[in-house]
């Protein structure tokens, strides 16, 4: 058996568990930026997919992303279904001196979170027992495949695509995803009058984008599957990418509105997190101040994008996630540097980042619009006008975030 490095896999421990926070603390994001009577639809929507991707992934799902490749495409179902062949012994291909077991669970995590990005766009709007049926076939026909074309052997890492975090296997495939969902499933129903719902609590909005900045340490550095040099460099990008992006989208907001908003400085430093996410391990420190100010700059813009397909994205998944994502990803392409991995800005390198990002984003929205038409022919996808007026907390779950104070707006 390989040496197991006793610091490389607490370190790796401890990334898993802190990625594995982070869908949690989407819950409490979302949550509060949503109308006071959808917060526990929109929370369950998130907590839920710590269930249901966990179980795919056991039964086929890392086998199908990390498997053996068939045709670069996706990978053997069979060589680690029911966790066969995963235990203690490191795996050289992913990890050389980490458990796989490990690797196993590092990765179930981004699984289980992917989905969950998702539910940001579609507020108040979907029913609860098709959104289930919805993540498990999306984790199957979209995530698996892409994650195992970029990062499991198939055809696009074979062509030289990277991605160290996800921002093309997660933050593309999830924000277009979400897109084409927030299109099928339909613009809300609002009250007569009423323009926008209003945040349930900013407070907790801040304490989600908190532990997600927290979390998002451990999904960036432990990229690097070992406590190196390499993880320190995407743990300090992660922070400069956000900080910096944090102050970009307020003054982009200030400009705009006359005044700044703490909810735009939460969202900001997101956008930021996200567009970092695919190059932490691939460019210099000052660089990821670059690419967190540029992705702040086009996520922030991108409204008016978003404006122009008339697309009621609630808490605007695509901008911040589907277009930082791809962001990041094609930057690198332009600011890598083999200082810090073996992977250097050319030519070439941004036309293969180019190209996957196209694939990913177009593959995800048109499996996704498939995938919603053919659950919807078994029962209708979207909740009636009259419950997402008066909320789907007390409707479907018979449970309200704050019955304590009697607040139900």
């Known amino acids: 058996m390989q040496s197991i490095s006793a610091g490389d ?44 991707i966990g179980l795919i992934w056991v039964f086929g799902g890392f086998s199908l992303a990390f498997g053996p490749t068939v045709g670069g495409v996706i990978g053997d179902v069979t060589t680690y279904f029911g966790m066969y062949h995963v235990g203690v012994e490191p795996n050289p291909a992913y990890a050389p001196n980490v458990p796989f077991i490990l690797v196993f669970a590092y990765q179930m995590m981004f699984a289980i979170i992917t989905p969950a990005l998702m539910t940001g766009a579609f507020v108040g709007r979907f029913k609860f027992g098709a959104y289930l049926f919805f993540i498990a076939f999306w984790t199957i026909l979209v995530y698996l495949p892409a994650a195992h074309w970029v990062w499991g052997g198939g055809f696009l890492a074979k062509l030289g695509v990277v991605d160290f975090a996800g921002g093309i296997v997660i933050h593309a495939s999830a924000g277009f995803s979400a897109l084409a969902a927030a299109k099928y499933l339909g613009k809300r129903k609002l009250a007569e009058g009423q323009k926008e719902s209003q945040p349930a609590s900013l407070p907790l909005v801040a304490i989600g984008a908190g532990l997600l900045w927290f979390g998002w340490f451990g999904f960036n550095a432990g990229g690097a599957y070992a406590a190196n040099a390499l993880a320190a460099y995407a743990f300090t990008n992660t922070m400069l990418a956000g900080s910096i992006a944090m102050l970009v989208w307020m003054f982009w907001e200030w400009k705009e509105s006359g005044r700044p908003s703490f909810s735009g400085v939460l969202v900001g430093a997101v956008t930021g997190l996200a567009t970092i996410t695919p190059a932490a391990g691939y460019v210099e420190p000052m660089t990821a101040l670059l690419i967190g100010a540029i992705g702040a700059s086009v996520c922030f813009n991108a409204k008016y994008v978003q404006k122009w397909l008339k697309i009621d994205d609630t808490l605007e998944v695509w901008r911040a996630h589907g277009v930082g994502g791809m962001t990041g990803a094609i930057l690198i392409g332009v600011t890598a540097s083999s200082n810090i991995n073996a992977v250097s800005a050319s030519a070439y390198q941004l036309g293969i980042q180019v190209m996957a990002v196209v694939i990913v984003a177009v593959y995800a929205w048109i499996i996704t619009m498939i995938l919603l038409k053919i659950l919807d022919a078994f029962g209708h996808l979207r909740v009636s006008d009259e419950v997402q007026l008066e909320g789907l907390d007390d409707n479907l779950y018979g449970e309200n975030a704050f019955s304590l104070w009697g607040m139900k707006k």
């Not at 819950?27 to 930026?33: E, I, M, N, V």
Request: with cysteine; glycine share 6%; aromatic share 10%.
């Open 9 to 52: 896999t607490a370190f790796l421990l401890v990334c898993t568990a802190l990625v594995c926070m982070m869908t949690p603390a989407l819950a409490l994001f979302y949550g509060g930026l949503v109308r006071q009577r959808d917060v526990l639809s929109i929370m369950i929507q998130n907590f839920v997919c710590m269930g249901v």
